[in-house]
């Protein structure tokens, strides 16, 4: 019902659409998709989008990431990576704590380890395991020492994850600080640097230098858009793309990301027809994702391979069998091995897809099951956190290596696949670690346990005055870079 109402909200404010927003005076009022901010460990897990933004305003990482999803300076100003990539050295910058008390090293460093401890929920933790030890060498100057080399390293430190988060009072070094807190959002004020001189004539910054993050439901999001009563709606996905219809957002504030991660079904129950490789890549070959996606948009482009690019790998993506054929004969020779399945077992074929609520979901699930069916599958829709025959994985790359790629791919996957990804995670060497992702790759390609359907897709609403907004492959961005140099 509650969906309902807001649907009929935002076709009553229809008229109100266009790329005019609001003065260029006020604060910036970003709704990001998702529960209301709420300022937490983020050793702890289980955070949204909303909260990871606020995070990343008020407690940045050792560095972070700009407009563009490019590394920048956070609390290190500047680094260096010495022994062939065993060791980062970090120099912080002048920074205070939001109760004014300086930052030294001791206090990055206590924070470091517990979000990299045994027994962190961080959710970036299985790919931490290269760090030997964090430690002072000077109160300005860290150590992070390595066991294996990590070229990507330092984009996983630039995740709100890895953000240097105290959590007495709670709070971080900015760039922003909490100003008040809302049942719904939070109002963000630019942080006192204090390695600007006193004689520095530069005057505080005004309320216009403000942000205000507020953490709705999409369908909230895009009336309060429309309305002209924010300035950016952030982190939407496939699930509330198909509310975008409903509203008259010129094609000058619908922005899209080149969004690297995956976007397929996992295969969560290997028994049954399920059970054999054969038929698990079957169904890869039974699904239309040009279909598919153009029940989205067609500037969503369809994948049919695990790697988006070679990254870190010995070797080009692998590509299975399926993906060479035409799509008549994927199709046939899917419908002969249900045939065959069900003659042998004397019996209907049934899967449980799980996908996430709403309209988009809605969508794809239906445009699934009609593949599987033409092929003699039945299925049920279950939520996502139910037990399934597949599932969805829709995740943005926090960094670029094909490990992330195949350990979010194996969930679960084939013995092969599983030892070859393990023995990536404990390779001595950039060489040897390439060779074993390429076989890992290989291995799952031939497995069938993910099945590739595009991309992720990542929408923003933006007004034409936050002109630093730049659409990226993290689709991350950060509330400091969205309208000057200055904010």
């Known amino acids: 019902m509650m969906r309902c109402t807001l649907l009929v909200l935002i076709a009553a404010v229809l008229v109100l659409g266009g790329c005019n927003r609001r003065s260029d005076a006020g604060p910036v009022i970003v709704s990001a998709i998702g529960t209301p901010p709420r300022l937490g460990d983020p050793s702890r897990g289980g955070q949204d989008l909303p909260s990871r933004l606020l995070i990343d305003s008020a407690a940045q990482g050792l560095v972070r990431f700009d407009a563009a999803g490019q590394i920048e300076p956070g609390i290190a100003e500047r680094w260096i990576v010495i022994d062939d990539g065993m060791s980062y050295i970090f120099r912080l910058r002048d920074a205070e704590w939001s109760d004014g008390r300086q930052v030294t090293a001791e206090d990055v460093v206590a924070v470091l380890n517990r979000q990299i401890a045994r027994g962190s929920r961080n959710p970036l933790l299985p790919f931490l395991s290269a760090i030997d030890e964090v430690v002072e060498m000077t109160p300005e100057v860290i150590e ?237 829709r279950v939520a996502l956190d139910a037990d399934a025959d597949l599932r969805l994985i829709d995740a943005v790359a926090p960094y670029d290596s094909a490990r992330w790629y195949l350990a979010t791919a194996c969930a679960p996957c084939g013995d092969e696949a599983r030892t070859a990804i393990e023995a990536a995670r404990e390779a001595p060497d950039a060489l040897s670690r390439a060779r074993r992702l390429a076989e890992a790759d290989v291995a799952l390609a031939a497995d069938g346990g993910f099945i590739p359907i595009a991309r992720p897709l990542r929408w923003s609403l933006v007004a034409l005055r936050l002109r630093q907004w730049q659409g990226n492959s993290r689709a991350w961005h950060p509330l400091n870079h969205l309208r000057n140099d200055t904010n």
């Open 144 to 380: 992070v020492r390595l066991k294996r080399p990590r070229p990507d390293l330092l984009k996983l430190f630039a995740q709100p994850e890895l953000a240097v988060f105290r959590t007495r009072p709670p709070g971080g070094s900015g760039p922003f600080r909490v100003t008040a807190t809302g049942k719904r959002d939070v109002t963000l004020h630019p942080a006192f640097d204090p390695s600007r001189s006193p004689d520095d004539d530069i005057a505080e910054p005004g309320p216009a230098a403000n942000v205000q993050l507020i953490g709705e439901r999409a369908a909230r999001a895009i009336l309060r858009f429309a309305a002209r009563d924010s300035d950016l709606v952030s982190g939407g996905t496939f699930v509330d793309w198909p509310l975008l219809s409903f509203a008259n957002v010129a094609p000058a504030n619908r922005r899209l990301d080149p969004a690297a991660g995956l976007f397929g079904l996992v295969v969560a129950d290997r028994s049954g027809f399920l059970g054999e490789a054969r038929n698990r890549l079957a169904i890869a070959g039974a699904i239309d994702r040009n279909a598919v996606l153009a029940a989205f948009t067609s500037d969503w482009a369809p994948a049919s391979q695990l790697l988006p690019e070679q990254l870190d790998s010995a070797a080009p993506p692998a590509i299975a069998d399926w993906a060479a054929m035409a799509a008549a004969d994927r199709f046939s020779s899917a419908r002969a091995r249900v045939a065959e399945w069900r003659a042998a077992n004397a019996g209907p074929l049934r899967l449980r897809v799980a996908v996430p609520a709403g309209p988009g979901a809605a969508i794809l699930y239906a445009m699934i099951a009609t593949n599987l069916h033409s092929v003699g599958i039945d299925t049920a």
